[in-house]
């Protein structure tokens, strides 16, 4: 049998060799921090001393739609506090960014049962699907590495729809959405049934006619408490069986 730091290093090296980056695209696959960005690097502060205080059973990592459970801390209380949870959610991050957080120490300190990752979305704009679903792969990976005793719980990438952004365009949705649908159905082969478990849980956010009802995602890709509520009664039966 092939050692599990053999096995990981040889799935790294496969995702950096696979991995043919378009012009201007960042590299999803290869960890990069938000250089000026002072809020990136006080949550990343904060997470390595929550790290180093006490006992983590399960831990969120992702984007501001996992930041966005700090926005609902009675639903996450009820939903999380019987296992010592935690949250390492930064808005605005990509693959490569939480890839940069774990090889600057974030999971060095903790031991949870349970890693729940999800991330992608970010990386839509501007990254193929085939580098994102390589992003997720390669931090699979370097949890393995870290945390090998430990679960990854990985979802899908949620869905979304039409939306203005930021710049006051309109966001290209169809296309992300085509390119999250292929994401989702690589990363569905990382499931061995054991230490890594796939679940997407984006048809609970939709409505009968297909649509993302804005009581749910007012903005089209945030949740608000109902889609919390949501996203709590989809991965209970998964993650409860992983905790225990």
């Excluded at 090296?13 to 695209?25: D, E, K, Q, T």
């Excluded at 990136?40 to 390595?48: D, K, M, P, Q, V």
């Excluded at 704009?125 to 679903?133: F, L, R, S, T, Y």
């Excluded at 690589?186 to 804005?214: E, H, M, T, Y």
Aim: proline share 5%; aromatic share 8%.
């Amino acid at each position: 049998m092939i050692p599990q730091r053999c096995r990981t290093f040889a799935l790294m090296w496969f995702i950096s060799a696979a991995v043919v980056l378009p012009s201007g695209a960042a590299n999803a696959t290869e960890g990069m921090a938000k250089r000026g960005n002072a809020k990136f690097f006080r949550s990343h502060a904060e997470f390595l001393e929550r790290g180093a205080k006490g006992p983590v059973g399960v831990l969120f990592l992702g984007d501001s739609i996992t930041a966005g459970w700090k926005s609902v801390p009675k639903l996450w209380e009820a939903g999380y506090s019987k296992y010592q949870p935690a949250n390492f959610g930064i808005g605005g991050d990509r693959t490569e960014h939480v890839i940069w957080r774990i090889e600057q120490g974030e999971l060095d300190k903790i031991s949870p049962k349970v890693v729940v990752v999800m991330i992608g979305t970010n990386n839509t704009g501007d990254n193929a699907a085939v580098e994102i679903a390589a992003g997720n792969r390669k931090i699979v990976a370097l949890i393995q590495e870290a945390l090998p005793e430990t679960k990854i719980l990985l979802l899908g990438v949620f869905p979304r729809g039409p939306r203005t952004n930021g710049n006051g365009q309109a966001d290209p949705w169809e296309q992300k959405m085509a390119k999250i649908n292929a994401i989702n159905t690589d990363l569905a082969q990382l499931d061995d049934g054991d230490r890594v478990r796939f679940l997407d849980i984006g048809d609970s956010f939709r409505g009968a006619d297909g649509a993302l009802p804005k009581d749910i995602m007012p903005d089209q890709l945030h949740l608000n408490a109902a889609g919390y509520q949501i996203w709590i009664d989809a991965m209970a039966p998964l993650l409860t069986d992983m905790m225990e």
